[in-house]
T-cell receptor, first 110, second 110 residues
Framework: KQEVTQIPAALSVPEGENLVLNCSFT??????LQWFRQDPGKGLTSLLL?????REQTSGRLNASLDKSSGRSTLYIAASQPGDSATYLC?????????FGTGTSLTVIP | DAGITQSPRHKVTETGTPVTLRCHQT?????MYWYRQDPGHGLRLIHY???????DKGEVSDGYSVSRSKTEDFLLTLESATSSQTSVYFC?????????FGPGTRLTVL
């Protein structure tokens, strides 16, 4: 069974700082890895999808990388803003299922 | 927005009663999923469907059943609700290996 881990569970940074969120997975035979954002009491919003053949994807201030051999993905957020405060989840697609980490709760302090 | 709606959005019920949650999509996606989200556990897959009348179990399927008689609707039924099934339930679709989520249903079993 695929295990997905996100460290740290919570992170607090001052506005403007660059930061990295980590996601690790145990089975490298993944189809792709997806990063989501979840605001309190809301559903999940897809941020980035990295196919297994890709090394990274970028969208605005977000950059996600994937290293299948080491079982790791990172989400880099540049110049953080208070509006970035949310929980960030990663999920890998293995077989017919998606496996989620428990998320990193990010607080950006103005 | 992948055109996913869930109903009801909130429900309070009593132990032992049957409950059905509905997920509706407007874009004819083949794959649909039901997850539950609980503190400390992240999102866990309950059941998924890969076509009309084609369903399979996920990680936490005990106590739940599903049905998909039309492409656009995926129903989750709790035959006899228990307090341990108090949770937030999310429906998702898969489009091109990327997942998109509905707004969620908050279910409380008293």
């Amino acid at each position: 069974k695929q295990e997905v881990t996100q460290i740290p569970a919570a992170l607090s940074v001052p506005e403007g700082e660059n930061l990295v969120l980590n996601c690790s997975f145990t089975d490298s035979a993944i189809y792709n890895l997806q990063w989501f954002r979840q605001d309190p009491g809301k559903g999940l919003t897809s941020l980035l999808l990295i196919q297994s053949s890709q090394r990274e994807q970028t969208s605005g201030r977000l950059n996600a990388s994937l290293d299948k051999s080491s079982g790791r993905s990172t989400l880099y957020i540049a110049a953080s803003q208070p509006g970035d405060s949310a929980t960030y989840l990663c999920a890998d697609h293995t077989g017919n299922q998606f496996y989620f980490g428990t998320g990193t709760s990010l607080t950006v302090i103005p | 927005d992948a055109g996913i709606t869930q109903s009801p959005r909130h429900k309070v019920t009593e132990t032992g009663t049957p409950v059905t949650l509905r997920c509706h999509q407007t874009e004819n996606h083949r794959y649909m999923y039901w997850y539950r989200q609980d503190p400390g556990h992240g999102l866990r897959l309950i059941h998924y469907s890969y076509g009309v009348k084609d369903t399979d179990k996920g990680e936490v399927s005990d106590g739940y059943s599903v049905s998909r008689s039309k492409t656009e609707d995926f129903l989750l039924t709790l035959e006899s609700a228990t307090s341990s099934q108090t949770s937030v339930y999310f429906c998702a679709i898969s489009a091109g290996n990327e997942q998109f989520f509905g707004p969620g249903t908050r279910l409380t079993v008293l």
